[in-house]
Each structure stands twice: as structure tokens, then as C-alpha cells.
């Protein structure tokens, strides 16, 4: 009796409205061609759709061979989806289009070549009016190679009155992953970013790139982030992840709303900092250096302000300069430190009270530099007496001094014939000579440490048998008519060959 009320409950449950099922898997096959909208296209024979097979439907697009991978086309009116998955699996691969002006929806996450062994999977927002809404994450690259191409279209991940939607980036250290938003594209998350690990825009482990712009250097996609995360897109520029047209234009930083805009700078002039960004440079008087773009309206004004400290969060370091048209600023730097600074931009043409660009962070660093090198130019000798001592002198520049004594050493790295080798006289010296034997080209390596960083130069020594064998050798070399011996000189030795041989003939005539 009690087995048959287990079994009753059982019914009665998976009966109820709302109760757990799995999900609908459509899986691509492209047996007729590219048209989403075709059911024959996917293995149930039917398009996805929440709901048409009893479950949410999860559309899968992947296979370990290329196929004819789906589009969605003006017109189209695809209907809700679960979760959408592209090559999410060991040696797949996929592709979707979405373009002239469908939308999407998508109620669950978007994963995107988000699994172990992936190898390359792509989605296309294309065109204006074209939208794809992920109503939770995107989760993109765990392996393989991935790209996102927002191209005048939007992507929306997840909801604004539900921000824990993370978007992750190329989580797996083999990942490579490419996000292009371009052309008035627009990639909007709505994650909350002062959740930490729930909602925030997190780059992992891999090869990270989102590259925001346009086809013909004007213009620009955007990048919309919730929250103020400033000072993370500041960081994010300056590691290489987000750029503009490959790095071509500056990345413009502004906060409206509630909601951080990433843009391809739309100013001529670029802000060319100075120290470069990530330099090492030498401690003591030092000078920041900008450059200002013209306003947006003859006759306006341009200034900045600047700030500049040893604070990673750039803006929690003091102003040093305030609402000033300068493009430049005299500072002091201390050893061993690391210095962060950023702009804020302002255009009275455009706004009295509002910056009108934030620049990225910029880095440099007064921390230990190598010594320059310079192991003299190469060499070309010859033989006397048989061998030759060429005098070596290498050069060094340590402008901190480093943190300890110079070190320097001479290698031989190649000679002729290891069975006769060349000899340095004090391999530890900076001035030292080497003693050569056997004809052939040489490479001796110099090298100086400075207690922390080793440089080396290399030079190349060229040894002829004698002069003229060096003579031969050069260009433009010419024998000299009378030369009958070919020593370079003419002399008596000639004169003999010329009378030995005075009146003899070898022609056929009788």
C-alpha cells in the first residue's frame, strides 16, 4: 500500500504546473540549408521554442565538421529560447548570424564556446534594429577561439531589475577570445558590479580583446556597463584588453546614469602620454606630458584635470592639475615606485560642469632599469704571423645604477673550428682582447649585469689569411692589370711571370 502512494505522489507531482522537467535540446544540422526558421534544419524537426516540446528549449549549434550554420534574417520572428549554446563541447565548432533587424531572445544564458576542448564558435549581431537579449549570463571561451561581432546591432545580457548576471570572458588559460563592437554596435550589460563575483565583468585566464570601433576609423560601437567601473575599464585599457580600433584611437571613458560608456575616442588628436604607458623610467625631477584636442566648437576651451599619486584606484590619488589648459606638469619621483595617472577632460563649447572624456589609466614606474649594452662594432682582420689579437671594448649605460655592482663577461657563442678556439684574455673584463688562429667568422656576446638585470650585445669578427685575401673579399674588389699573381701588388714577382713567358704563344695559327 505504501509503494502505490509513493508512485501516486510521484505522478501527482511531476503532473503539477511548475514542476522541474529538463530542459529541450535543438540541436543544428543544417540539413536543408541556413534558415533558422526551417524545422527540418534541427534534429527534432522542430524550430526552438520555450514551450513547443513540453520544456524550455535549449538551441545547440556545434559539430566537429563545419556545416551550414544558421541565420536569422530580415523578417524572421524567431520565437523565445532557453538557453542558446554554441560549440559548447570537446572539438566542436558553430557560427550564428543574426541580422537585419530580428531580435532574439534568449530567457536563460548564452555559452559560447564555454567548454573544454571548444574550438572555435562565433556570433554575429549585424545591422541596426538587430538585437540579442540574453536575459542572464554570457559565458564565453572556457577553450578554443571565440568571437563576438556586435556590428551595428545589440546585445543586451541580463536585466536591469536583475543584475547578478555575470559576463566572463575567456575563463580558460587556452582561451582566446575577441569581442568587436563596431559600427554603432552596443553591448549592454546590466550585471552589478559592486556584487564582486556575481554580475561584474570578469576576464579570466586566457587571451582577452574587446576592441571597440569602426570600419572606417570614424565613429564607434559602445560598451555600456552598469554601475561606475571607471577605474576597472581604466585598468582593463592599459592591460591591452580594451581597445580601440586595434589601438589606433584612444578609448573614451565617460558615466551617465548610472551606467559606465566605453567608446572609440571621436578627438584627431590623440593624448600621447608621457612617460609611455607601462615605462620604466629614471626616479628624480620628471615631467608629465599631454596633448589636448580642439574643442568641439571654434572658440571654446579646452582643459583637464589630472591625477596623478601611487594609488592603483587612479582617481583616489590627489589632482595635480585642476581645470587648467596646460599639457604638462613637473614632478618628482621617488626609486622603486609605481605611479598611476589619468585626465579628465573638459570643453566648454560642450559643457561648463561635465568632462566631455576620461581618459584610461596610465602606468610607468621608477623601478630598477637593465643596463644598455654595446659590444663595439663588428670586426675585419687577417692574419699576422699566424694569428691575430683584435682588442675588445664593451659599452654600458646604467643611468640608476643599479642595485648592484656591474658585472660584465665575454662569450665566444660561434668560431670556425672548436678545436682550435679563440682565447679571451680576461673574459670578466669590460676592455679585454681576443687571440684568433683559425680564418672564419666569429661571434663574441658581451654581456652586463647590474645586480638584477642582465643585457648582452653580440659582435662578429670576419679573419682573412692575410690583406690582401681581405681586399678580395670587399666589394668593388678589382684585379690590377699586371697582377699575374694575384698579391694585391705589382712588382717584380710580375715582371719574372710577364719575361717567362715574353714572346711564348698558344694559338693555333702555323
Request: hydrophobic share 40%.
Amino acid at each position: 500500500m505504501r509503494t502505490k502512494r509513493v508512485i501516486i505522489l510521484l505522478m501527482v507531482l511531476l503532473w503539477l504546473p511548475g514542476s522541474v522537467r529538463a530542459d529541450d535540446i535543438y540541436l543544428w544540422t543544417g540539413a536543408l540549408g541556413d534558415d533558422w526558421m526551417t524545422a527540418a534544419n534541427w534534429d527534432v524537426a522542430a524550430v526552438p521554442a520555450n514551450g513547443a516540446l513540453g520544456g524550455d528549449a535549449d538551441a545547440t549549434i556545434g559539430s566537429t565538421t563545419p556545416l551550414t550554420w544558421p541565420v536569422l534574417d530580415a523578417g524572421d520572428m524567431p520565437p523565445v529560447i532557453d538557453d542558446l549554446w554554441i560549440a559548447n563541447g570537446s572539438g566542436l565548432m558553430g557560427e550564428l548570424l543574426v541580422q537585419g533587424g530580428v531580435t532574439l531572445t534568449c530567457t536563460d544564458d548564452l555559452k559560447i564556446g564555454y567548454d573544454a576542448g571548444s574550438v572555435y564558435a562565433k556570433l554575429t549581431v549585424k545591422d541596426a534594429g538587430t538585437t540579442v537579449l540574453g536575459l542572464k549570463s554570457l559565458e564565453l571561451g572556457a577553450d578554443g577561439t571565440v568571437v563576438i561581432d556586435v556590428d551595428g546591432g545589440t546585445l543586451v545580457i541580463g536585466e536591469v531589475d536583475k543584475p547578478k548576471w555575470n559576463m566572463i570572458v575567456a575563463e580558460g588559460a587556452d582561451a582566446n577570445v575577441t569581442i568587436l563592437i563596431r559600427n554603432g554596435g552596443l553591448l549592454e550589460h546590466h550585471g552589478d558590479y559592486a556584487e564582486d563575483d556575481r554580475g561584474g565583468l570578469i576576464i579570466g585566464d586566457g587571451t582577452a580583446l574587446i576592441d571597440i570601433g569602426s570600419d572606417s576609423g570614424f565613429g564607434s560601437g559602445t560598451l555600456k556597463l552598469k554601475n561606475d567601473v571607471r577605474d576597472l575599464v581604466r585598468s582593463l585599457y592599459h592591460d591591452g584588453i580594451i581597445v580601440a580600433d586595434g589601438g589606433d584611437r584612444d578609448v573614451r571613458i565617460s558615466f551617465f546614469d548610472g551606467y559606465t560608456y566605453v567608446t572609440a575616442s571621436d578627438f584627431t588628436t590623440r593624448i600621447n602620454p608621457s612617460p609611455s604607458d607601462g615605462a620604466t623610467v629614471l626616479f628624480g625631477p620628471a615631467r608629465l606630458g599631454w596633448t589636448l584636442p580642439e574643442p568641439s566648437v571654434p572658440g571654446g576651451l579646452v582643459t583637464c584635470d589630472v591625477y596623478f599619486g601611487t594609488h592603483p584606484d587612479v582617481e583616489a590619488n590627489p589632482k595635480v592639475v585642476v581645470r587648467q589648459a596646460v599639457e604638462s606638469l613637473d614632478v618628482t619621483l621617488v626609486p622603486l615606485t609605481e605611479y598611476y595617472w589619468a585626465l579628465d577632460l573638459y570643453d566648454s563649447s560642450v559643457s561648463m560642469t561635465e568632462p566631455i572624456y576620461l581618459s584610461p589609466m596610465y602606468r610607468f614606474n621608477t623601478m630598477n632599469m637593465a643596463p644598455d649594452v654595446n659590444a663595439g662594432a663588428d670586426v675585419t682582420a687577417w692574419l699576422e704571423n699566424g694569428l691575430k689579437v683584435v682588442p675588445l671594448e664593451g659599452f654600458v649605460s646604467d643611468q640608476d645604477g643599479g642595485p648592484g655592482s656591474a658585472t660584465y663577461q665575454w662569450t665566444v657563442i660561434s668560431e670556425p673550428n672548436a678545436l682550435n678556439p679563440a682565447q679571451i684574455s680576461d673574459p670578466f673584463a669590460r676592455v679585454s682582447a681576443v687571440t684568433l688562429k683559425e680564418l672564419g667568422s666569429y661571434t663574441l656576446q658581451f654581456e652586463a649585469g647590474d645586480g638584477e638585470f642582465v643585457t648582452t650585445d653580440t659582435l662578429q669578427i670576419m679573419l682573412y689569411a692575410d690583406a690582401c685575401d681581405h681586399a678580395r673579399h670587399q666589394a668593388g674588389f678589382e684585379i690590377l692589370l699586371g697582377d699575374t699573381n694575384n698579391d694585391c701588388i705589382v712588382d717584380f714577382r710580375d715582371l719574372a711571370n710577364l719575361a717567362s713567358s715574353w714572346l711564348q704563344k698558344n694559338d693555333t695559327m702555323p
